[in-house]
């Protein structure tokens, strides 16, 4: 380990914890109280997280999911790991309550908790009391006390589902006299493409794969009865065309509901839906599309009922994936604003061809491929909305091909789940061998 880069971060750290128990007393009623966090979670952060019996024989997979995203792909590789390793114990950490809660569905893990701060002693605690054999953290969330504890006690740590935008590489090196340290302490990263991987052996991370992106392997949603049974469910029943807006962020739903407003004066019936990314954020967006001249109805508001032409918005986790299979055409949100753009795959696997702006670095391969097999179009700013949508609205031809293409380029791209559940249940075998 580089001494100077643990001392200066572990200063850095005693330095503005004070600034850290100020921000979460200030916001105490905010997030103790309405938010759902507990005594309990709080301790979880500060290291005390329940104690696990040892599982030395069959081996204990710690899974890091920060938030909804990152637990969906845990979603889809449990599942694979536990066929290759069927004694095998998993447990999940997260930073987000929507991403704990999703967790916590997940079939076959053993244990839910929030990620502990990287305090070195909450660090120490939560390995004394899980007992993982290997530490898997999935895309990017790298904490440079968990990575060199871990690696002191010979825990392999790796990283699935690798991501690192050219954003974060330029971040990570302008820190590289830390990072660099991190890094080189992973026992292996399966990233999710070419980009990404050369990204991380320019950083200097070791055993470093191209494995593909685990989100392609995401089950596909199924609903008897159809995209007609979908769109009463949705309170879309009577709605043609319909527009399914996913995971949207500040200033998108104004952007959108002009958009709508605009196709409405030539599609009468025009049904939309909008899930914004954070639920926190639905009575903002209401006021957004209110401001775009919309009425708006809450989805759990419907009670099985009809929006009657206003714009519904979803309410609670877990739906998008429905969601989009009503829809003609659909929007992948972050993508207008610079965030960084949201998971596209959903969409394209139902074969609903998409729409998303020029901020799609977090999934750039994906939008890549999705672009050149016409089954997406990428706008330049908020003001082409309408006129992506018009044609696949307009022309069913046009529409079908599209999604066609969009399913097709998601099927051909499946696989890495088994690859990186290959490459996990590999690290335990050689972590359980070096115990021995």
């Not at 919309?294 to 009657?308: F, Q």
């Not at 009503?326 to 969409?347: D, K, R």
Request: with cysteine.
């Amino acid at each position: 380990m580089n001494l100077l880069a643990y001392i200066l971060y572990n200063a850095a750290i005693i330095l503005f914890s004070p600034f850290v128990g100020l921000y979460y007393l200030a916001h105490f009623w905010k997030r103790v109280w309405k938010r759902g966090f507990s005594i309990i979670s709080v301790g979880e952060r500060l290291g005390f997280v329940r104690h696990l019996r040892s599982a030395e024989e069959s081996g204990r997979l710690w899974l890091h999911a920060v938030s909804v995203g990152e637990t969906g792909v845990a979603a889809t590789l449990v599942p694979e790991i536990l066929e290759r390793c069927p004694g095998l114990r998993i447990v999940i950490s997260t930073v987000t309550e929507t991403g704990r809660e999703e967790a916590k569905k997940i079939e076959g893990v053993e244990y839910v908790f929030y990620l502990p701060f990287d305090y070195p002693f909450a660090v120490r605690s939560v390995l004394d009391r899980v007992c993982p054999s290997v530490i898997a953290i999935i895309e990017t969330e790298l904490w440079p006390n968990l990575v060199w504890t871990a690696f002191r006690r010979g825990l392999p740590v790796c990283v699935v589902n690798g991501r690192l935008s050219e954003r974060s590489y330029w971040g990570y090196s302008r820190l590289g006299f830390l990072f660099t340290s991190v890094l080189k302490r992973l026992a292996g990263v399966a990233a999710r493409g070419d980009a990404d991987a050369a990204r991380y052996r320019a950083l200097g991370a070791p055993g470093v794969f191209s494995a593909g992106n685990i989100k392609f392997d995401a089950p596909v949603p199924l609903r008897e009865g159809g995209p007609g049974a979908l769109k009463e469910d949705f309170g879309l029943a009577g709605a043609s065309p319909v527009i399914v807006a996913g995971s949207t962020h500040p200033g998108e739903e104004v952007e959108l509901g002009l958009a709508i407003r605009l196709l409405r004066e030539r599609f009468g019936s025009l049904g939309a839906l909008i899930a914004p990314r954070d639920l926190q954020r639905i009575g903002d967006a209401e006021k957004s599309l209110q401001r775009a001249g919309l009425e708006t109805v809450r989805w759990t508001d419907l009670s099985g009922g009809s929006c009657d032409g206003r714009v519904v918005l979803l309410d609670i986790m877990g739906k998008l994936g429905e969601a989009y299979g009503c829809a003609t055409a659909g929007f992948v949100g972050g993508s207008l604003v610079p965030h960084g753009g949201q998971n596209p795959i959903e969409a394209a696997c139902l074969g609903v061809p998409v729409v998303f702006g020029p901020h799609m670095s977090n999934f750039t391969e994906v939008a890549d491929d999705l672009l050149r097999a016409g089954g997406a179009v990428q706008v330049k700013g908020p003001r082409g909305l309408a006129d992506a949508f018009l044609p696949w609205l307009s022309d069913a031809g046009l529409r079908d091909a599209a999604g066609v293409s969009a399913r097709e380029t998601v099927m051909a791209s499946r696989g890495a789940a088994g690859r990186v559940a290959k490459f996990l249940a590999d690290t335990l075998d050689e972590s359980k061998g070096n115990l021995g």
